[in-house]
């Protein structure tokens, strides 16, 4: 009967008009916290950040001087926590956690024009490290939301793994780091490169998917010139 009803009013122009308007205003006024003993801390400066939690004991620290803005933070199930260390700013995109138990941590002095940072599956985290220099449109997360299953032996071949990225590591816009991957202290992620692997310390990778091209290397957020080569005046 209720699928009857759901297609009547599908296939109705007016009756679907209605049906949107009720699920906007819905949506509008449904409560941004659905749960017990959710805990938010704000320490720092928010514009525009915006919670979609429902579940239970799930934590939000943002820490002193730390400015968020159009931030979408999206929080289903129990017991995760969100941690955004002092100093940091993060400018676009979102964090989105699922299942139970994960955590994401972003480190003192941190910043990140946007990114899309996703933890599912059961206590799997994200962890990136302090004065770390993210671009726009980064994404990572610890799994692939859907399950992969080998026929043979019936079981799930795709489970999710933590995201380690040390200090002082710099990833450029449009690259993806994707699940179980290490990136070392100081490294480089070049602009739109996909991430499966390990990325040691002091290394530049590139590339779908990243290789690593050089090594020994550092960076700096400050541009620095080459001085001018000063050639003597001919006689």
């Known amino acids: 009967m209720n699928e009857l009803i759901k ?7 007016y009756l679907f008009l209605v049906k949107m308007k009720f ?9 941004s916290v659905v749960g017990n003993n ?6 720092g400066v928010l514009f525009n950040v915006k919670y979609d939690i ?23 199930g129990n017991n995760h926590q969100l941690i955004i260390e002092e100093n940091c700013i993060v ?9 139970s138990s994960c955590g994401i941590t972003i480190g003192k002095n941190t910043t990140i024009e946007s990114a899309h940072l996703a933890v599912t599956e059961v206590k799997t985290k994200i962890n990136i ?12 997360r610890t799994g692939d939301s859907h399950a992969i299953i080998d026929v043979e032996k019936n079981v799930k071949i795709n489970n999710a793994q933590d995201i380690l990225i040390g200090n002082h590591v710099w990833i450029g816009a449009r690259s993806t780091i994707l699940k179980g991957v290490v990136i070392g202290n100081n490294a480089i992620i070049g602009t739109g490169s996909i991430v499966t692997k390990n990325v040691s310390d002091n290394s530049i990778a590139v590339g779908i998917p990243a290789k690593i091209i050089k090594t020994n290397i550092n960076w700096a957020r400050e541009r620095f010139y080459v001085k001018e080569h000063v050639y003597p005046k001919s006689e």
Do not use: H, T
Not at 7 to 13: A, D, E, M, T
């Open 54 to 76: 429902v579940g239970n004991n799930n934590k939000i620290e943002i820490m002193k001087r730390a400015l968020l803005s159009d931030i979408n933070i999206y929080i289903r």
């Open 91 to 99: 400018r676009g995109g979102g964090f989105w956690f699922e299942d």
């Open 7 to 13: 297609s009547f009013v599908n296939n109705n122009p």
């Open 23 to 31: 699920q906007k205003l819905r949506i509008r006024f449904r409560k």
């Open 129 to 140: 490290g302090e004065d770390c220099m993210l671009s726009n449109e980064i994404d990572l």
């Open 38 to 43: 959710n805990v938010i801390i704000n320490n």
